[in-house]
């Protein structure tokens, strides 16, 4: 996303959902375009809630040789 927005000079709208108590769906909510993006805060929403981030992505496939999974 922020080498598509330099090259395109696209606005970068912010969209955030979050689950609702129990499991009865989600709330979404969009926010103002970010006017300097890309930011040193571009985690700002997760902090706000880190325990519905999307935490499955694998970051660290690789690791040297001998050393333990971290999966």
Do not use: N
């Not at 959902?17 to 993006?37: K, L």
């Amino acid at each position: 996303m922020t080498r598509l927005a330099k090259i395109t000079g696209a606005a970068v709208v912010p969209f955030v959902t979050r689950q609702r108590p129990g499991g009865a769906g989600y709330a979404a909510t969009f926010h103002p375009a970010w006017q300097d993006f890309p930011s040193d805060d571009v985690e700002a929403e997760v902090l706000k809630m880190p325990e519905q981030y999307y935490w499955l992505h694998k970051r660290c496939k690789t690791r040297p040789p001998g050393e333990k999974g971290v999966y």
